[in-house]
């Protein structure tokens, strides 16, 4: 499985690392229901097919699927690299609660530890710069954090080039994580340009856009969701998204199918494309999925498709902007 450095770290990353944001079970962003034993079946599934990294964040399930990888490690000899966030609690409704403050972070941090049932983490990352103001303070908390040996190094994720550059004057920033997909490019416009001249890693998350992107979503399986599945009130899975996202897959399958992939592997392949790209973070809820997945990894598309793919972007993005009139 091919892998590429994160920035200028001595981290080895595999092109595919395991998300786990689904396996947590439910929260306000939740995926509905989860099975414990399938979610710690595609974590060491996951590390049989040869990724060496595992993203995580406390706030997915509400410390579950931390202490979901925690189960899982225990299960294996040789541990993979762990990536895991801090800024986000939850209140008893299991909703979301954003805090950037100092003995907050550093309390998330000690969590994170116990859950993992690890002595490091190797990328400790801000989840989200939320509140703007409390950026400074929880970073240097972080920073502390490296400094005693807790984590590693440090990253930021859903940042503005901004904002990275306001916590790179206090301790380095060594990665990004922005989602990115072929629905979602935002990340194109100044911020992969920013990693690539300033040798930051770039970890994105949703590359096959909560599923929609691998070939087997349709108005059935959207209509069968659970009921406090997040997707459900996503404007992705909303029209005029949702159909032109649907006819757009139906002529992805058809380039991934002459190659004998699946079209989440195209998906994968397409967002690795950009050399400014370290890895990317691809979920699974069972082990099936990501066998399915990860052999992304070592697939390099063609100039000729990634031209092609593109053609069939801007028509969806037409189909979309012309049903908004």
């Not at 409390?134 to 490296?146: S, T």
């Not at 406090?228 to 897959?249: W, Y």
Request: net charge negative; proline share 5%.
């Amino acid at each position: 499985m091919q892998k590429r450095r994160l920035g200028n770290t001595d981290l080895e990353l595999t092109t595919v690392g395991l998300g786990t944001w689904a396996m947590g079970g439910p929260w306000q962003y939740g995926w509905g229901p989860q099975d414990d034993d399938e979610a710690i079946g595609a974590i060491l599934t996951a590390l049989e097919t040869g990724i060496n990294w595992i993203d995580t964040a406390p706030a997915y399930g509400l410390g579950h699927s931390e202490k979901l990888i925690g189960q899982a490690l225990g299960q294996v000899s040789e541990k993979p690299l762990i990536a895991t966030k801090c800024g986000i609690l939850w209140n008893e409704k299991k909703e979301k609660v954003t805090c950037l403050k100092r003995q907050s972070i550093r309390d998330e941090c000690h969590a994170s530890l116990k859950r993992l049932g690890i002595d490091v983490i190797d990328l400790y990352q801000m989840h989200w710069p939320d509140p703007d103001e409390d950026v400074e303070e929880a970073w240097e908390e972080m920073a502390r954090l490296a400094d005693e040996g807790k984590v590693r190094y440090l990253g930021a994720s859903n940042f503005t080039v901004e904002q990275i550059e306001r916590v790179q004057k206090i301790h380095p920033a060594v990665s990004l994580q922005p989602p990115y997909s072929m629905l979602h490019r935002e990340v194109e416009d100044q911020l992969l340009d920013y990693c690539g001249r300033n040798q930051m890693g770039v970890v994105a998350y949703s590359p096959i856009q909560r599923g929609l992107l691998t070939g087997k979503f349709d108005y059935a399986r959207f209509e069968a969701l659970a009921p406090d599945d997040h997707r459900r009130t996503n404007p992705d899975f909303l029209e005029p998204q949702f159909s032109a996202t649907l006819e757009l897959v139906e002529n992805l399958k058809k380039i991934a199918e002459h190659y004998g992939r699946t079209c989440a592997e195209l998906a994968i392949s397409w967002i690795l494309r950009r050399p400014e790209l370290t890895a990317a973070i691809v979920g699974a809820r069972r082990p099936s999925q990501i066998i399915e997945t990860a052999p992304a990894a070592d697939w390099n598309l063609s100039e000729k498709d990634i031209e092609e793919i593109e053609r069939l972007l801007a028509k969806r993005e037409a189909k979309v902007k012309n049903k908004n009139k």
